[in-house]
Structures are given as C-alpha cells and as structure tokens.
C-alpha cells in the first residue's frame, strides 16, 4: 500500500541526524520492531556489514532503537529478503553505490513488488533517495532518466554544494529535460498523505536556474504528492467509487464512433470505473495511470483481453511518442491536470476528428433526506479539517475551445446510489481531501457520520447526476 512515510535524505557528512531530521524521526517510527538496510553497493559485504551498523547506532542515539536490523545484499537469499521486506516496520535505502545497482538488486531478490506492498516507512539518502522517484538521474554514470521505484515525483541531485562547481554543473545539466531539487547534507523531504515537509536547505533546479525552495514550490509538490493519494486505497476505491450509466456509454461511444479499429486513450482509469463500457466496443483501448496499486489493479481485471494496453507513468510527463488517438477521455480525472496542459496535450493526441470526453459525478443526498443531510453537514463544519484542500473544482471544461476545439456541449444523464451507514463511510474515505484528515479527527469524523446514517435507517440514497462534456479537434 501506499507509505505512511517516506524520506528524502541527501548525506550525513558526520554520520548523525541533525536534530530537527531526529526529532520528526521519533513522532513516526513508533513502531520498531524491525529495520532492512538496502545496499547500492551489492557486493562489498564487509562495507554493508559497517554501514549497517553504523546507520543503524544513528538511529539508536536518537532513541530510536530496533528490535532487529539487518542489510539486504547480494548475499541475502530471495525468499528472505522478500520476507524482511514484507515484515519490515523501516527500509532504508542506502547510498555509495550507483543507483542502478541497487534497483537491480532490488529486482533480483524478487523484492520490487514486496516494497510496493508493504506498510514500512520508506527512508532513502543519496543513491537510495534518488532511486525513490518516478525518474532519476545518476549523472555519475549518465544524464540519461531511467525509471525508479516511483514512491515520488521528486527527482533529486544529492550532496548539492555551490562551491562544487562539477557537481553543480551537472545538476544544472540534469534541469535542462526535467525539475530537480539539489539537496543539501542534512536535508530532507518528509512526505505523508499527501503533505510534504522540508529539513535544511534544498534548492529547486529547472531548466539550468536555481532557487531556494520556497513555499510556493512545497505547495506544488504537495498537490503532485495529492493525487496519488487514492493509491492507498484501491480496494476501498474500486469497491466504491460511482460508476456512470449505461446510457452515457451509449451515447458517447455512439457519438464518438467508437468501436474495432478505433484508438482510445482513458487518462486515469483508476480501477476501471468508465472503462468497461468502452473496452468492449473492441477499440484499441489504452490508459494511462498514476497510481501504481491502481495501475495493478487495472492489469489484474483486465490485463487478459487483447484490446487492453496500459502504462503506470504520468499523463502531464509521458511521452506518447507518434500514438495519436479516436477518443481521449476521463472520468472524474482529468481536473487533477493543469488546464493548459489538459487542453493543449489532448489535442495535440488526438486525431482531426477526434473526440474529448470528460465526465464527473454530482451527487445529490438532501432531497432524499433532508434531516440526514442537515446532521452530515453539521458534521463536516465540526471535523472536516484536512491537512490539505480539494482545490481542483475550478477547472474550466468548457474553456476547450480556446485551445482549438470546437463547442463543448454538456449532456446530463440520472442514477442513484443506496448506501448503508458502513458502506457511506467507506465511500466517503475514498475522497481525497478525506483521506487526509488528520487523527484523531478523521475517526471521529467517520463514525459521526455512520451513527447519523444508522440514525436514519441505515439508509443513504444518492440521487446522481452524471456530467459528459464532449468536444472535438476540427
């Protein structure tokens, strides 16, 4: 599942933490019964041993012991590193070594998926913090991206020192294709649900100009760092999230012309809400998703059938390299893209002709229960707090035209949902900004809310309405 934590540490020059890297360290890791080391260096046993130990007396200084602690090398059979993996409460990904050595070795011991899966905090400094992201450089070896393990979209430039005129040099050369953030010894990023917070002096690096984080660039981090908060929950997600009438369907892949011999792109499948529908038209359908326990989710329902094609990266960064689609559509999706980026990339995908279709859910509770509606929304003026706000309603489906499409016209379709009080609360923790209240806020908040619907019966009926905006390239 998706981390509870991750860390992002560039170097510890004199081998401790500093105090406030220390500090954040004993609120999180509560829980210590086991810490796995992961060499970059998968065959200098004796140095593994060293560093092992001495990582591992850092954080016993701090007063943060294990019960157990080991490093994971060439030497570990793979079914025990599996297993230390899978029953780790903390992985640290070492550095001194080459970053691709250390996803090699990862994928060797059959460990990749074990770290996808597990419930660690995941800490990484320098090689290993560089190889937490979706991309990464290692410029001692090459200026060419190669793919990490995806925790984050934060690629890194390590042991950053201005007076280091080769490194900064090949920082700034790294800035020319991508964002960097070049990172001071004894800085961090610490992510968690979708916040992201900064230790020491970390520096934002893109196309070859150089700034001091600031508050703003934290705040951008934290809305890429939100989206992939649905992928801590894809069970939950796939079991409730709405799915859209059949009629929409209908209408749709009617207008669109969509069926055999036709190229379809979905951006955000999610776990397949809207793609069933157009999957068995038998067009040449593709998707694109973030998240990667969605994305397995996806191949997992739907990976057998010979029509289906989907890649785990990000719509806003992926080269789609001469693929150009019938349709391109998204459910509920496509306001987490910027929308010059939305509009502009879409249509350039798309094929003279083609079709762009989004759609949305608005969900309506009060008419069907005035008095419940009235308690819910008590509720959330009591606990809705979370540590970050839903800020994509604004997006402008209607403004496509002014990035060369033509008209959008909207179509409403009708639907309804019944809950009970546990399923209510289920769906409402698939919502993002819900996911990320804060404890113990957030459990008082649910079983307010499950009280109020066992209150009314057991009963929740959502009169639904779903959007389709459509419109096409010339």
Not at 126 to 154: H, R
Not at 170 to 185: N, P
Request: glycine share 6%.
């Amino acid at each position: 599942m998706r981390k509870e934590l991750l860390a992002v540490f560039s170097g510890f020059p004199d081998h401790h933490f500093s105090k406030e890297i220390a500090e954040r360290l004993r609120g999180e890791l509560t829980e210590r019964k086991s810490i796995v080391f992961i060499t970059a260096c998968p065959l200098d046993y004796e140095q593994n041993d060293d560093d092992c130990e001495g990582m591992y007396q850092m954080f016993a200084e701090q007063g943060l012991p294990f019960d157990k602690h080991c490093v994971i090398d060439k030497r570990t059979d793979p079914d025990v590193a599996k297993e230390l993996v899978q029953t780790a409460d903390c992985i640290f990904l070492m550095g001194g070594g080459a970053c691709e050595d250390q996803l090699n070795l990862i994928r060797k011991k059959g460990c990749y998926e074990a770290l996808i899966d597990c419930h660690a905090a995941i800490l990484g400094v320098s090689a290993g913090s560089m190889n937490m992201a979706c991309k990464t450089v290692d410029f001692f070896e090459s200026m060419e991206a190669f793919d990490g393990l995806g925790f984050t979209n934060i690629t890194v430039s390590c042991h950053h020192d201005l007076e280091d005129t080769w490194r900064y040099e090949q920082t700034l050369r790294m800035s020319e294709d991508r964002t960097v953030y070049a990172m001071e010894d004894m800085s961090a990023f610490f992510i968690k649900r979708g916040r992201t917070d900064v230790v020491g002096t970390i520096y934002r690096v893109e196309n070859r100009e150089l700034h001091v984080l600031t508050q703003e660039d934290i705040k951008e981090l934290e809305q890429d760092e939100f989206r992939r908060v649905f992928d801590t929950i894809p069970d939950q997600f796939d079991k409730f999230r709405p799915r859209y009438s059949e009629e929409l369907f209908n209408y749709l892949n009617t207008e669109a012309g969509i069926g055999p011999g036709k190229r379809v792109l979905e951006i955000g499948p999610g776990t397949g809400q809207a793609t069933e529908p157009v999957l068995r038209t038998g067009c040449e359908y593709h998707a694109i998703e973030l998240g990667q326990h969605l994305y397995r989710k996806m191949k997992e329902k739907y990976g057998e059938l010979p029509n289906f094609n989907i890649v785990n990266d990000d719509f806003i960064t992926h080269d789609f390299g001469d693929m150009k689609f019938d349709m391109i559509y998204s459910a509920a999706t496509i306001q987490w893209i910027p929308e010059t980026v939305a509009f502009t990339k879409t249509f350039d995908l798309l094929k003279p002709g083609g079709t762009l279709a989004m759609m949305l859910t608005s969900a309506d509770y009060k008419s069907s229960n005035e008095p419940l509606y009235a308690k819910i929304q008590a509720l959330y003026d009591r606990y809705y707090k979370p540590d970050m706000q839903y800020t994509h309603g604004k997006f402008r489906y209607t403004a496509a035209p002014e990035y060369g499409y033509t008209e959008v016209q909207r179509h409403d379709f009708k639907g309804q949902r019944v809950f009970t009080a546990d399923e209510y609360v289920l769906f409402c923790g698939t919502h993002s900004d819900h996911v990320v209240i804060p404890e113990p806020l957030r459990t008082e908040f649910f079983e307010g809310l499950r009280q109020a619907v066992l209150e009314a019966g057991d009963r929740i009926v959502f009169n639904d309405t779903y959007i389709l905006y459509i419109t096409k390239k010339p």
